[in-house]
């Protein structure tokens, strides 16, 4: 078992997952304010809450690719795609619970979320089983 890169992609993940709640949780909230200040228009906030959902959705597989990458791991394509296609999922669910004041996703769906993200981060480039090696000039299986 890989505990330093689980480690790392937990600390990655956790980063990023509050990263991306707190950009959810304001642009939301500048989407209520427009919609607010412009009465009783049809559309009103609208640009403002699919931007934000936008920008949170491309934000967290960036911020999970980043962050392993500055903790030295590589071999990160499933933690980020999959973590990123998992977030739009959650945020996309619970969009009725984080916008409204004070809202936020449940700290249960969070939890999963991250734990989740946690077990894909150890998924990645290691040493082969079926790999075969050189060692004193016999071949190792």
């Known amino acids: 078992m890989r505990y330093m890169r689980h480690a790392k992609g937990a600390l990655t993940v956790v980063a990023a997952t509050a990263a991306c709640h707190t950009l959810m949780s304001t642009g939301y909230a500048w ?10 228009t049809i559309f009103a906030g609208a640009f403002e809450f699919l931007f934000t959902m936008a920008a949170s959705w491309t934000l967290m597989p960036l911020l999970l690719w980043a962050g392993m ?19 739009v999922g959650v945020s996309w669910y619970f969009t009725d619970d984080i916008d409204r004041p004070g809202g936020h996703i449940p700290v249960l769906a969070l939890t999963a979320y991250v734990l989740l993200c946690t077990a894909l981060a150890g998924v990645g480039p290691g040493p082969s089983p079926l790999k075969r090696t050189r060692q004193g000039g016999a071949t190792a299986s």
Do not use: Y
Not at 31 to 40: E, L, V, Y
Not at 69 to 86: D, F, K, P, R, W
């Open 69 to 87: 990458g500055v903790t030295g791991e590589t071999g990160n394509a499933v933690l980020v795609l999959v973590g990123g296609l998992v977030w």
């Open 31 to 40: 989407s209520r304010d427009s919609a607010a200040a412009s009465g009783d």
